[in-house]
């Protein structure tokens, strides 16, 4: 079992950047896959990126490739989510995720066994 906290979450305005961490707690963080999924208002939760276990995989939704840079730090048992350009259309609650895995997996929500509690970003105009 593992326990996540987000945090970093908050306002900026388009263009700016924030960076999100995700701190876990209970058994081995390295046996574990994490992603970041984002749920805006009224829309279905939406897959943003993953990283294996060991940093060697990353994958990107489109809509952020380029933008966001996943990154995790095993020692601190920390994943980070660096956010860059942002938009308007990245405001959303963020949540962090993990499933154990030494693959990179997909982009489906239900792959994830453990969630945070989610963190908000609000890009404004």
């Known amino acids: 079992q593992v326990q996540l906290v987000e945090s970093g979450g908050g306002l900026v305005q388009a263009g700016g950047s924030l960076r999100l961490s995700c701190a876990a707690s209970?058994?081995?963080?390295?046996?574990?896959?994490m992603g970041w999924f984002r749920q805006a208002p009224g829309k279905e939760r939406e897959f943003v990126v993953a990283?294996?276990?060991?940093?060697?995989?990353?994958y990107y939704a489109d809509s952020v490739k380029g933008r966001f840079t996943i990154s995790r730090d095993n020692a601190k048992n920390t994943v980070y989510l660096q956010m860059n350009s942002l938009k308007p259309e990245d405001t959303a609650v963020y949540y962090c995720?993990?499933?154990?895995?030494?693959?990179?997996?997909?982009?489906?929500?239900?792959?994830?066994?453990?969630w945070g509690q989610g963190t908000q970003v609000t890009v404004s105009s």
């Open positions: 209970g058994r081995s963080f390295s046996d574990y896959r």
């Open positions: 995720a993990a499933v154990i895995s030494h693959g990179i997996g997909g982009n489906d929500p239900w792959e994830y066994d453990y």
């Open positions: 990283i294996s276990w060991n940093s060697g995989s990353t």
